[in-house]
C-alpha cells in the first residue's frame, strides 16, 4: 500500500554540517562530501553554500509526541493538539535529513514510540539531480494485525505502518505521471484485491467481470 506525501526542502543552520548533507549554492542543489563545522563557511566561496534538510510530510493522523511542520516554518513538536490554526493544516514529519530531530526523540523515553526515520542517501541524490523538482512522492506502507479486541469472528484488526528498511529509511517512490499497459492493470488488479479483501464476500462495490472485460476491450 502506498500514500502520497509532501516533500519539502528548508534552510539548515550552519553550526554543524553533516556528510551527505543538501546545500543551496546560487539556486543550485549539491551535497556536501564532508562534515563542516560554523567557521567553514566565513571563507567567501563557502559562505554563500545554504545548508537545507529534507523533509517528507504525510496525512497521516497527528498525535501528542508527533514532530510536525507546516509551509515554510520550521518543525514543532506537536504537545497540545495545536496543529489546526486558522485553517492551516500541520503535516507529521514521517522521514528526515534533520538529525537533531530524533536526537531530541532520544532523550525522551515518551516520544521514542514517535520515532522520525531517514531518508536515503539514492533519493538525496535524486532530489538533487532534479534541483529540488520533487514535491510529492509515494511512501509504501504496510499492514499489521493488532489483536481482535473480541470481535465474533475471531479476525484480527488490522492497521497500517510505515513500512521501513533495515538501516531505518523509509521506501520512497517518486509519483509516475505515466504509466505503461501492464502497469494499469497490475494497479487496477491490487485494487480489486484490497476492495474484496475490505468488503463483505456477498457485497462488492466492483463487478470483477465486468472490469475484466472492460480492460480487456479499452486497454
Not at 497521516?60 to 493538539?81: F, I
Not at 536526537?103 to 514510540?113: F, G, N, Y
Amino acid at each position: 500500500m502506498k500514500k502520497l506525501c509532501k516533500v519539502v526542502m528548508l534552510p539548515a543552520e550552519k553550526d554543524k554540517v553533516s556528510k551527505g548533507q543538501i546545500f543551496e549554492y546560487f539556486g543550485k542543489l549539491g551535497i556536501f562530501m564532508s562534515d563542516y563545522r560554523k567557521d567553514y563557511f566565513n571563507n567567501t566561496f563557502e559562505h554563500d553554500m545554504n545548508p537545507q534538510h529534507l523533509y517528507i510530510l504525510s496525512d497521516d493522523k497527528l498525535k501528542v509526541g508527533d514532530w510536525m511542520q507546516r509551509g515554510k516554518e520550521k518543525p514543532v513538536l506537536n504537545t497540545l493538539h495545536f496543529y489546526f490554526d486558522f485553517g492551516v493544516v500541520y503535516r507529521k514529519i514521517i522521514a528526515t535529513t534533520d538529525q537533531s530531530l530524533r536526537d531530541e526523540i532520544a532523550k525522551s523515553p515518551v516520544d521514542k514510540q514517535y520515532p522520525i526515520y531517514c531518508i536515503s542517501d539514492e533519493f538525496i541524490r535524486h532530489f538533487c539531480k532534479s534541483n529540488g523538482g520533487i514535491s510529492e512522492v509515494q511512501i509504501e506502507y504496510e499492514e499489521y494485525a493488532v489483536g481482535n479486541y473480541g470481535m465474533s469472528d475471531g479476525e484480527p484488526t488490522i492497521d497500517e505502518r510505515l513500512k521501513v528498511n533495515p538501516d531505518n529509511t523509509i521506501f520512497i517512490d517518486d509519483v509516475k505521471d505515466s504509466w505503461n499497459r501492464e502497469q494499469v492493470i497490475k494497479e487496477i488488479e491490487r485494487f480489486i484485491l484490497l476492495e474484496r479483501k475490505h468488503q463483505d464476500k456477498y457485497s462488492h462495490f466492483i463487478d470483477e467481470k465486468n472490469l475484466r472485460q472492460w480492460i480487456k476491450e479499452n486497454l
